[in-house]
């Protein structure tokens, strides 16, 4: 049965908005994990918002623990909580991709393949409405990128 005509649709906006909120407040896998085999810290000079981040990886390489500490504003905290819950049991070469996908998409106009490579990261669609903010939203996946990059430095 439709809905009648006079009752609004519920606001993807909103949706949204409550999500971020929502990771906000009850941030996933704000941790720290002792002896991290990847770690890397993540500072946005513009605003303060600062995040150390730590992964461990298993020997076939996927992601087996992340988790990360910091402060910052609601979008780069969001960001960081919502990408730990992602990227958890991924391997390494899957992360990257997710990585260069939401970072394509945040920083490039008109990406569209990138789209349908980070699901649910389309949220953050409407920072890029604030340039600014555009650094807050990414400042993780940059952290998560030093990260990966130091690989071969990797604890055993």
């Known amino acids: 049965m439709s809905q009648p005509s006079n009752v609004p ?3 993807l906006d909103h949706l949204y908005q409550e999500v971020i909120l ?3 407040k009850k941030p996933r896998n704000y941790k720290v994990i002792p002896q991290p085999q990847l770690h890397s810290h993540g500072l ?3 605003c303060g918002d600062e995040y150390f981040l730590f992964l461990n990886t298993s020997p076939e390489g996927k992601v087996t623990d992340i988790g990360f500490q910091g402060s910052g504003c609601a979008i780069s905290k969001a ?5 730990t819950t992602l990227v958890k049991d991924k391997t390494i070469e ?5 990585k260069d996908s939401f970072l394509d998409f945040m ?7 990138s789209k349908e490579k980070i699901g649910r990261l389309k949220m953050f669609e409407g ?7 555009v650094k807050c ?4 996946w940059r952290t998560l990128e030093d990260a990966l990059n130091n690989i071969h430095e990797r604890k055993e």
């Open 79 to 83: 960001s960081a909580s919502i990408m």
């Open 107 to 113: 920083l490039k106009d008109g990406i569209t393949a």
């Open 22 to 24: 929502d990771h906000n």
């Open 137 to 140: 939203a990414t400042l993780i």
């Open 9 to 11: 649709e519920p606001q």
């Open 94 to 98: 899957e992360v990257k991709i997710l």
């Open 127 to 133: 920072v890029k409405e604030f340039p600014v903010r």
């Open 44 to 46: 946005n000079t513009l």
